[in-house]
């Protein structure tokens, strides 16, 4: 099968929509399709044989972060290009409701479209807006996914229609294979607590985890916290007193290689988020490396985490309920691997062997039989780049 999947967000800047699209791909790849990826990059940026640069995105501020998108003449030209020389079976769009390539996407495809909804925004002011102009495009699609029940949720009640809801994927295997770090390992002399998300985004929590540190530590004295994202460290450790901001060890971006091993290596897993989450793939990765985890109880963690069933969950925001709920499970290893053999059995749900099998599933539906979409006039929604059709 042909399959054009486009990402909407920049190659170069990790993020979970770009690892969702990757690694679908090459799950795809490996079975024997042919894959196109068209997305955001710098011009420096290495991509991977599978993907085609759209050009340079611009950071532009989307669902309490800031996305890099790419949207205009220009890059409606280049999406026109790709979607006819790819001649894609089936074309994949990853946010459509963004000014973004995946928008450009559905106005210009003709065959089969699947869209995957990412979003979980119960108060979308700006899609509520934009909605006219959307429409058009919106249906064209032929069938919808969302990643969970709260993506699912927002696309209903802002845009309309339905979806089928499958998850994220990760690669199971791939994080419970990997080696510990000893470096990374708690010892006699303590436990390891391990954040992974961007430092500089105040929606991933690390200033609620930073904030319940000093009771931890107090709690549990030679703990460590190690901290893998890119942003400032030292406006990041501010809050905390100078003596012990040596427990707190900032790693950097790390390749997906130490990121599996760092998460092999923690005694806990701490996901602080505080809103803007629709589904939690740092929690699967978590779990399928053995990582015991606490996360707020968002809808989407709570859902992933199985109810609170393969996970600790604390109120969204309260640090001292974060602290004692960490000390608890510090001090009770019992528990912890209690935590650890749930979360593995529950995580196979979202291995790529069946998140794979069920995207496929619904390209097999819309392709089976689908008529082709007729070419847009010169005076559609093209007409309004100033693109005349072939």
């Known amino acids: ?56 995105a611009v ?31 089936v074309l994949h769009i990853h946010e459509p409701a963004t000014p973004s390539l ?5 106005w210009a495809a003709q065959g089969p479209i699947v869209a995957t909804f990412h ?23 032929s069938a919808r996914i969302a990643v ?5 949720r927002t696309l209903v009640e802002h845009l309309g229609g339905d979806a089928v809801t499958i998850p994220n994927g990760v690669d199971v295997g791939f994080f419970a294979d990997a080696d510990p770090e000893p470096e990374w390992q708690g010892g006699p002399d303590g436990h390891t607590i391990g954040f992974i998300g961007r ?25 460590r916290l190690l901290v893998a994202g890119r942003g400032d460290e030292q406006e990041a450790v501010a809050q905390l007193p100078p003596a012990m901001r040596d427990s707190v060890e900032f790693l950097g971006m790390v390749s997906d290689e130490d990121k599996a091993r760092l998460l092999r290596s923690v005694d806990l897993y701490v996901a602080p988020n505080t809103g803007g989450e629709s589904f939690g793939i740092i929690l699967v990765e978590a779990m399928s490396a053995g990582a015991p985890v606490l996360a707020s109880d968002l809808d989407a963690f709570e859902q992933v985490l199985d109810g609170g069933a393969a996970g600790e969950l604390f109120p969204v925001g309260e640090a001292d309920a974060l602290a004692a709920a960490a000390v608890r499970l510090l001090a009770d290893p019992a528990h912890r691997a209690d935590l650890r053999q ?49």
């Open 59 to 89: 950071p532009v501020p989307y669902n309490g972060s800031v996305a890099r998108l790419n949207f205009g003449f220009l890059s409606a030209a280049r999406v026109r290009r790709w979607v006819h020389e790819g001649d894609f079976d």
């Open 119 to 141: 979003t979980s925004n119960p108060r979308s002011r700006a899609m509520i807006a934009a909605y006219p102009i959307l429409q058009p495009a919106l249906e064209k699609i």
């Open 342 to 390: 749930r979360g593995t059995r529950h995580v196979r749900r979202f291995d790529w062997s069946t998140v794979g099998a069920d995207i496929l599933a619904v390209y097999e539906t819309v392709t089976d039989g689908a008529a082709s979409v007729a070419p847009d006039e010169r005076t559609g929604l093209w007409a309004r780049f100033g693109l005349a059709r072939d």
């Open 1 to 56: 099968m042909r399959i054009g999947v486009v990402c909407p967000y920049s190659w170069d800047v990790p993020g979970g929509v770009q690892f969702h699209v990757r690694d679908l791909a090459e799950h795809l790849i490996g079975l024997g399709h042919q894959v196109s990826v068209l997305a955001p990059s710098d011009d420096e940026t290495p991509l991977p044989s599978y993907v085609v640069s759209a050009g340079r």
């Open 148 to 152: 969970s029940e709260y993506a699912r």
């Open 102 to 106: 995946a928008l450009l996407a559905c």
């Open 199 to 223: 430092i500089d985004e105040p929606r991933k929590g690390l200033p609620v985890l930073m904030k319940a540190l000093p009771a931890i530590l107090e709690a549990a004295p030679g703990t």
